[in-house]
């Protein structure tokens, strides 16, 4: 039975479109996450590690330093094997592999989280109470899927959409630049208009308060005779 490549069939329903270009934004955003997780993720399987050897009077390295190194293998572990199967499907070993770290780094981490309570210290009997439960699902939420998966994941989404959120970045930034030029045209002719119609008005103005020359100002002088001529006249 042929398997499928997970990444091909999910980047195919974004690809070419203007969805490629957030999602690869959301995936550099998980990526980030991813690391910073993981690099808790490593420090608590590291001190979940001494709680283990304390738990049963064991000795897993000669050098501290190498304990570091096995904290962080089974982190790698998953990505890589996880990686290998979600490319190919059909490579059931892959996932058995990743499947058996993510249970070493798993059991570490909850030993940890739960201050020694999955193993007692005292090497009494294993305890599945409360605090296990409540640190086995904080470590599975943050830390399994927060940390290996969303790493897993992003990276892959990251390579895949690469080209096509350039692309769609490009056109974004040229729509945004032809939407800037468009508003700077209409605000210049809009103050054209209003300069244009403030001058208009303006000489409406000055012809309202200047008078026409072709209206007379006023009628022309009389000579008005006086009351004794008119009784003269009157005589006569």
Same mark, same amino acid.
Do not use: C
């Given at each position: 039975m042929a398997g499928q490549n997970i990444w091909d069939t999910l980047s195919s329903k974004v690809r070419g479109g203007p969805m490629s270009f957030s999602m690869f934004i959301i995936a550099l955003v998980a990526f980030g996450i991813g690391i910073s997780l993981s690099l808790e993720d490593w420090m608590s399987s590291y001190e979940g590690l001494i709680f283990l050897e304390q738990a049963?009077?064991? $000795?897993? +390295?000669?050098?501290?330093? #190498? $304990?570091? +190194? #096995?904290?962080?293998?089974?982190? +790698?572990?998953?990505? +890589?094997?996880?990686g290998l199967?979600?490319?190919?499907?059909?490579?059931?070993?892959?996932?058995?592999?990743?499947?058996?770290?993510?249970?070493?780094d798993f059991v570490s981490d909850v030993q940890f989280r739960s201050d020694a309570a999955l193993f007692p210290l005292d090497g009494s009997n294993p305890q599945i109470n409360r605090t296990v439960w409540v640190s086995a699902a904080l470590t599975f939420i943050y830390f399994t899927i927060g940390a290996e998966l969303f790493i897993t994941a992003s990276s892959a989404m990251v390579v895949t959409l690469f080209p096509d959120a350039i692309k769609e970045f490009a056109k974004l930034r040229a729509s945004i630049t032809v939407a800037? $030029?468009?508003?700077?045209?209409?605000?210049?002719?809009?103050?054209? $208009?209003?300069?244009?119609?403030?001058?208009g008005n303006n000489n409406r103005h000055q012809q309202r308060n200047q008078p026409r020359r072709d209206v007379p100002q006023g009628q022309p002088r009389r000579d008005v005779p006086n009351l004794a001529e008119l009784l003269s006249d009157l005589d006569e």
């Amino acid at each position: 039975m042929a398997g499928q490549n997970i990444w091909d069939t999910l980047s195919s329903k974004v690809r070419g479109g203007p969805m490629s270009f957030s999602m690869f934004i959301i995936a550099l955003v998980a990526f980030g996450i991813g690391i910073s997780l993981s690099l808790e993720d490593w420090m608590s399987s590291y001190e979940g590690l001494i709680f283990l050897e304390q738990a049963f009077g064991i $000795r897993t +390295v000669s050098w501290e330093w #190498m $304990r570091l +190194v #096995m904290a962080i293998t089974p982190w +790698v572990g998953q990505i +890589v094997f996880l990686g290998l199967w979600s490319l190919d499907t059909s490579r059931k070993w892959a996932l058995a592999a990743a499947i058996l770290w993510f249970v070493l780094d798993f059991v570490s981490d909850v030993q940890f989280r739960s201050d020694a309570a999955l193993f007692p210290l005292d090497g009494s009997n294993p305890q599945i109470n409360r605090t296990v439960w409540v640190s086995a699902a904080l470590t599975f939420i943050y830390f399994t899927i927060g940390a290996e998966l969303f790493i897993t994941a992003s990276s892959a989404m990251v390579v895949t959409l690469f080209p096509d959120a350039i692309k769609e970045f490009a056109k974004l930034r040229a729509s945004i630049t032809v939407a800037f $030029r468009d508003a700077e045209r209409i605000l210049k002719q809009a103050e054209q $208009r209003g300069g244009n119609s403030g001058g208009g008005n303006n000489n409406r103005h000055q012809q309202r308060n200047q008078p026409r020359r072709d209206v007379p100002q006023g009628q022309p002088r009389r000579d008005v005779p006086n009351l004794a001529e008119l009784l003269s006249d009157l005589d006569e």
